[in-house]
């Protein structure tokens, strides 16, 4: 039996599945702890996969590996290859101010022309201009900026403090795509990077971008890791996901996390200069449009805390009132939102009469609105041109029969609910048997198909209502 592993370095953990290289079946997996914070010390990411691959059993047996990381993070070293700083996370909001003196700078409309985004908080040219205004003497020192699957790949490789060589990053190009100053080819535009450092960046090392399937090298001997195994060429979160549900063009995946993302497979690129629609790029040689809104599983967990239920019960509770919850509405911008860009709102429950009111009225409106939102992300998605074949619902709370009945129901399509995996280590184990064998598997996925009567009154009366209240009466 051949092996290949993939690696998810996420936000909360790292992750690493060890899969057969003929069938996908997972064999084995092992996982471990990151800390806390929106800044962190890179190290800490990478003695957690040493420890994630220690509980998997370590990777004697194991042929390949590639790894699957959040995206957005930077981690900006010196020509020792230390970071300067920690490295600071996507939802790191320090560089809100920054994302919007970049787009002011340079215009969103040029921005997405040429990158396919327009920088919000999140993405690396922001916080790599907050460095530039914070620490003026720390963006000075920096000799390169890597991504958090750009730098662990690099360690694999042997390199590090102790080998300090920055001409060896790499990178691919779902990764770079949400850099900021990525253009739409796949090519470096240092103009934008030294825009957002404030200095000339014609030295600053960035890491290469290797094609789709592509070998990144191999491993060094580390704790757990023999020398020798191949190296996929590594991705973002959401483009690991995609390649490791199988997603291929037409696809449509809705990710149900604490917060949201929607996102397609597709061929086709349309900027998008009011930043709704970020266009990046996929694991696969195709484009990975995605619209992120703060406010989907979260909005579950408030729903269930005030009505004193588990998660299980909320869905029953929301199965027994009716589509549209008798005219109760629930806008769910419980931590302001992203989409629509409404960083102060906060969330307001409309359509209160004594009928709609109850426990039951409530717990629909709290998922319908989480879906409703995610919809305004899918309306967006096609206005750019993508055509949906398929709906993918995956994430924890896709696993609620009642999120599934419901979200089928306001999407106003069949939606294919995974059987739940670790997706984005699943697409960076595909990464690794692309590149131990030059071709990309098709291992296959489970779903479960959800068909319920389509509701457009729903999502009717979810547009109907001021998504800002306080702000409109604010004048903002």
């Known amino acids: 039996m051949t092996l290949v592993a993939g690696v998810d370095s996420s936000t909360q953990s790292c992750k690493v599945v060890v899969r057969d290289l003929e069938s996908g079946a997972t064999v084995r997996a092992g996982r471990a702890p990151h800390p806390d914070g929106t800044a962190v010390d890179p190290e800490r990411w990478w003695q957690a996969l040493l420890a994630a691959v220690a509980d998997a059993g370590g990777l004697d047996d194991v042929t390949a590996i590639s790894v699957g990381a959040q995206q957005h993070g930077m981690v900006a070293l010196d020509d020792r290859g230390e970071p300067v700083f920690d490295a600071l996370l996507w939802n790191d909001v320090r560089s809100a101010a920054a994302a919007a003196a970049l787009v002011d700078e340079l215009g969103a409309e040029a921005l997405a022309r040429r990158t396919g985004v327009v ?11 907050w460095l530039a205004d914070a620490h003026p003497e720390l963006a000075a020192r920096v000799a390169a900026i890597a991504l958090p699957h750009d730098w662990l790949t690099w360690r694999l490789r042997g390199f590090g403090p102790a080998a300090p060589e920055l001409s060896a990053l790499t990178t691919d190009a779902s990764d770079a795509s949400g850099t900021g ?56 979160d959401n483009a690991g996901a995609a ?8 696809d449509v995946i809705v990710s149900l996390g604490t917060s949201g993302v929607v996102t397609a497979v597709t061929r086709a690129f349309a900027p998008d200069a009011t930043g709704t629609v970020a266009g990046f790029a996929d694991a696969s040689g195709l484009r990975l449009p995605l619209v992120a809104t703060l406010n989907a599983a979260r909005v579950l967990d408030a729903a269930a805390r005030l009505l004193g239920v588990d998660h299980a019960t909320l869905g029953e509770l929301a199965l027994a009132a009716p589509a549209g919850a008798d005219g109760l509405v629930l806008r769910p911008y419980l931590e302001g939102e992203r ?8 969330a307001t429950l409309y359509g209160m009469t004594s009928r709609s009111l109850t426990r039951e009225g409530f717990a629909r409106a709290s998922i319908e609105g989480m879906v409703c939102g995610l919809a305004d992300g899918l309306d967006a998605l096609e206005r750019l041109g993508v055509e949906p074949r398929r709906v993918l619902l995956i994430g924890g709370a896709a696993q609620s029969p009642a999120v599934q009945r419901i979200a089928a129901a306001v999407l106003g399509r069949p939606v294919a609910v995974p059987t739940p995996g670790e997706y ?15 071709s990309r598997p098709s291992w296959a996925v489970e779903a479960t198909t959800v068909v319920e009567q389509p509701r457009p009154e729903v999502r009717a009366a979810y547009a109907a209502t001021p998504a800002d209240p306080i702000g409109d009466a604010a004048g903002r």
């Open 181 to 236: 100053w990525t253009t739409v080819d796949g090519e470096h535009d240092r103009a934008l990077l030294g825009a957002a450092l404030r200095r000339d960046a014609s030295d600053v090392v960035v890491p290469r971008v290797l094609p789709a399937g592509a070998t990144a090298g191999v491993t060094a001997a580390h704790p757990g890791i023999p020398p020798g195994l191949v190296i996929g060429v590594g991705c973002g």
């Open 243 to 250: 390649l490791g549900l199988g997603a291929a063009e037409g």
């Open 339 to 346: 989409t629509p860009n409404l960083p102060t709102a906060t």
């Open 119 to 129: 920088p919000v908080a999140s993405f690396t040219i922001a916080k790599a201009r």
């Open 424 to 438: 984005v280590a699943a697409g960076a184990a595909v990464q690794a048997a692309w590149a131990l064998t030059g």
